[in-house]
């Protein structure tokens, strides 16, 4: 199943890819994606059965690909996010669609590797993988703004390349592997080690540039703003958090052995860009760049979780995780649908769309509540997991996670009160419900977001009882 994972979205993109492209149809070949997509999220749910009630911690396929829950709830997160950047992939330009198709693929294949591997050179491979698609697919439309935002992404990951290259340098001199549980075993012998920490400094570093954390954020907005709408969906929903947060969390956790210097920095770097992220995004009238500053904010909780270096802190990053995924990815829907039947980003050009966009109104509320961690839906749990794990190491930082949520309502409150209950405008006074595609999408995410905070007392019960807390 680990190989599958790879190999499902590989092989969709070579039977794309097999003959002319005038025998295949974007329809067909946007079916082949779905399929792809749908596969992955079956898998991924087996395999969630399998080591998360089943007699086994872990799924291995030779030396280097894993899975285990933590591994499994990921790849069915990217199953899901995928197949909902495709729903809304009609909003791609016609001459673009194909090419969208065959590089989100490439993106999932690379994503999948990158969850599995347990290398943290192969995990280096597959993380440029990702960064090197995502930076064509920002940029597929060839428009000024689109290259511009590809443009500072591709310069900052180049920034990031050459520090986490040092970073694996430094520990395959130190353990003579790259291999986690072979540089794992040589922290726990001499964690104190310049070199070490000298590489645990410079591969932080990278992954802050990848998950677009304050101080290293300056390429979000622009990539996440200008993008096409399904690439915003699938940067927002996932890919940041994947190549950036997601490696966080594994390699913090299992190769720095939840080192308390690197701990010490994640609290700052977490802390600040939850407030900074927060209080930037009150000032956006761009609905996708109060998206993209929403996103920084909401990062910095992973990373406070994380950098707990609890078992309590580290299940509530991962459902938050999850969360950020499932309603940053319908914000990013409904900022699509709107774009698409409006022409505009601008705030301040909308208004009363509540009654023309029903389903993209009712969508958004359930989105901000879950991002602003109103009960009972899913991000009110995930943060309050993260706020008492941090509670346990210092109050005061768990009281300022707290006090900024209250800045995420008071921006999402902006942007509804402008967008969907403000005076209507001469642009939207025609405006009507998004395309069929879109409100599935809009659905589905809604859905999961009410679920799964419903759900997650049963879940919480279920991860006592097998020791997760």
Same mark, same amino acid.
């Given at each position: 199943?680990?190989?599958?994972?790879?190999?499902?979205?590989?092989?969709?993109?070579?039977?794309?890819?097999?003959?002319?492209?005038?025998?295949?149809?974007?329809?067909?070949?946007?079916?082949?994606?779905?399929?792809?997509?749908?596969?992955?999220?079956?898998?991924? !749910?087996?395999?969630?059965?399998?080591?998360?009630?089943?007699?086994?911690?872990?799924?291995?396929?030779?030396?280097?690909?894993?899975?285990?829950?933590?591994?499994?709830?990921?790849?069915?997160?990217?199953?899901?996010?995928?197949?909902?950047?495709?729903?809304?992939?009609?909003?791609?330009?016609?001459?673009?669609?194909?090419?969208?198709?065959?590089?989100?693929?490439?993106?999932?294949?690379?994503?999948?590797?990158?969850?599995?591997?347990?290398?943290?050179?192969?995990?280096?491979?597959?993380?440029?993988?990702?960064?090197?698609?995502? &930076?064509?697919?920002?940029?597929?439309?060839?428009?000024?703004?689109?290259?511009?935002?590809?443009?500072?992404?591709?310069?900052?990951?180049?920034?990031?390349?050459?520090?986490?290259?040092? !970073?694996?340098?430094?520990?395959?001199?130190?353990?003579?592997?790259?291999?986690?549980?072979?540089?794992?075993?040589?922290?726990?012998?001499?964690?104190?080690?310049?070199?070490?920490?000298?590489?645990?400094?410079?591969?932080?570093?990278?992954?802050?540039?990848?998950?677009?954390?304050?101080?290293?954020?300056?390429?979000? /907005?622009?990539?996440?703003?200008?993008? /096409?709408?399904?690439?915003?969906?699938?940067?927002?929903?996932?890919?940041?958090?994947?190549?950036?947060?997601?490696?966080?969390?594994?390699?913090?956790?299992?190769?720095?052995?939840?080192?308390?210097?690197?701990?010490?920095?994640?609290?700052?770097?977490?802390?600040?860009?939850?407030?900074?992220?927060?209080?930037?995004?009150?000032?956006?009238?761009?609905?996708?760049?109060?998206?993209?500053?929403?996103?920084?904010?909401?990062?910095?909780?992973?990373?406070?979780?994380?950098?707990?270096?609890?078992?309590?802190?580290?299940?509530?990053?991962?459902?938050?995780?999850?969360?950020?995924?499932?309603?940053?990815?319908?914000?990013?829907?409904?900022?699509?649908?709107?774009?698409?039947?409006?022409?505009?980003?601008?705030?301040?050009?909308?208004?009363?769309?509540?009654?023309?966009?029903?389903?993209?109104?009712?969508?958004?509320?359930?989105? &901000?509540?879950?991002?602003?961690?109103?009960? /009972?839906?899913?991000?009110?749990?995930?943060?309050?997991?993260?706020?008492?794990?941090?509670?346990?190491?210092?109050?005061?930082?768990?009281?300022?996670?707290?006090?900024?949520?209250?800045?995420?309502?008071?921006?999402?409150?902006?942007?509804?009160?402008?967008?969907?209950?403000?005076?209507?405008?001469?642009?939207?006074?025609?405006?009507?419900?998004?395309?069929?595609?879109?409100?599935?999408?809009?659905?589905?995410?809604?859905?999961?977001?009410?679920?799964?905070?419903?759900? &997650?007392?049963?879940?919480?019960?279920?991860?006592?009882?097998?020791?997760?807390?």
């Amino acid at each position: 199943m680990p190989l599958l994972m790879i190999g499902i979205p590989l092989l969709a993109v070579i039977l794309l890819n097999l003959g002319p492209r005038r025998w295949i149809s974007k329809q067909t070949a946007l079916y082949t994606a779905l399929a792809a997509t749908a596969l992955q999220m079956a898998l991924a !749910a087996y395999m969630c059965f399998t080591v998360g009630i089943g007699s086994v911690s872990s799924i291995r396929f030779v030396e280097k690909l894993s899975v285990d829950l933590f591994s499994a709830v990921t790849l069915f997160t990217i199953g899901l996010v995928a197949m909902i950047s495709l729903l809304v992939s009609r909003d791609a330009s016609e001459g673009s669609r194909f090419s969208f198709f065959n590089l989100l693929l490439l993106i999932v294949a690379g994503m999948n590797g990158l969850v599995m591997v347990t290398d943290v050179f192969s995990l280096y491979v597959f993380m440029e993988t990702v960064s090197a698609a995502s &930076f064509v697919l920002i940029a597929i439309n060839k428009r000024g703004q689109e290259l511009a935002g590809a443009f500072k992404y591709y310069m900052l990951s180049a920034v990031a390349t050459v520090l986490m290259l040092t !970073a694996i340098c430094f520990l395959f001199l130190c353990a003579g592997s790259t291999g986690f549980a072979e540089v794992a075993a040589c922290v726990s012998a001499k964690g104190n080690s310049p070199t070490l920490i000298a590489a645990f400094l410079l591969f932080t570093s990278g992954l802050m540039i990848k998950c677009g954390m304050v101080p290293f954020h300056t390429w979000v /907005p622009d990539a996440y703003s200008n993008a /096409p709408a399904p690439v915003s969906v699938l940067l927002g929903g996932i890919v940041t958090k994947v190549s950036g947060v997601y490696v966080l969390m594994r390699v913090y956790r299992d190769v720095f052995l939840n080192n308390a210097a690197v701990g010490n920095v994640l609290f700052a770097l977490g802390i600040v860009s939850i407030l900074v992220g927060a209080l930037v995004a009150i000032g956006q009238d761009d609905f996708k760049r109060m998206l993209a500053y929403s996103s920084i904010s909401q990062l910095g909780y992973i990373v406070l979780g994380v950098a707990t270096g609890s078992p309590l802190g580290f299940v509530g990053a991962l459902f938050h995780f999850f969360n950020h995924a499932t309603f940053k990815s319908l914000l990013f829907v409904d900022a699509a649908a709107i774009e698409t039947q409006t022409g505009t980003r601008s705030m301040s050009h909308m208004g009363g769309l509540a009654k023309r966009m029903p389903y993209t109104g009712v969508s958004s509320i359930i989105a &901000f509540l879950s991002t602003a961690g109103i009960p /009972p839906l899913s991000g009110f749990w995930s943060k309050l997991l993260i706020v008492i794990a941090v509670w346990r190491v210092s109050p005061a930082l768990a009281m300022v996670a707290l006090a900024a949520s209250i800045l995420t309502l008071a921006y999402f409150l902006v942007m509804q009160r402008k967008v969907f209950f403000g005076k209507p405008t001469e642009e939207t006074r025609e405006v009507r419900e998004a395309g069929g595609n879109t409100v599935l999408a809009q659905v589905i995410l809604s859905a999961v977001n009410i679920l799964a905070g419903l759900a &997650f007392p049963l879940l919480l019960f279920y991860l006592q009882g097998i020791g997760a807390l």
